[in-house]
C-alpha cells in the first residue's frame, strides 16, 4: 500500500514550551531537593542561574546526584553541592532527548 507523504496523520502535533525563569527554576531544584538529605553549602542561586534546565531536567538531575552520593555512602547518602553541580554539568552537555540520567 502506497501513501502520500501528507496523507499520514501520526498523531503528534509538536509544541515548543519555553524554559522556566529563573525563579522558577529556584523554586524546581528547591521542590527537588527536599525530598533528600543535603550537605550544607548547596547554591539553588547559582544552580538555577547556570543550568537553565526545564522541571523533568531539574528532577532528573536532582535524583541521578542522589544515586551517585549512594555509590558513595549506601547507608546514608547525603547530596553535596559537588555532586550537584557535577551531575549538572554532564546533564546540560546532553541532547535532552537521550537518557542520560542512567549513564555514568
Known sequence: MEYSKGS???GFVPYSFP??????RKQL????LKNYELEGGID???LA????FSG????????TAY???GDKNPASPVLSP????????????????????LLP
Request: net charge positive; charged share 25%; glycine share 2%.
Open 8 to 10: 499520514i496523520n501520526n
Open 19 to 24: 524554559l522556566p525563569s529563573y525563579l522558577v
Open 29 to 32: 531544584w528547591e521542590s527537588c
Open 44 to 46: 539553588l542561586n547559582m
Open 49 to 52: 542561574s547556570k543550568f537553565r
Open 56 to 63: 523533568g531536567q531539574i528532577r532528573d538531575a536532582a535524583h
Open 67 to 69: 544515586i551517585f552520593a
Open 82 to 101: 559537588e555532586d550537584l553541580q557535577k551531575i549538572s554539568i554532564k546533564a546540560a552537555r546532553r541532547s535532552p532527548i537521550r537518557n542520560w540520567a
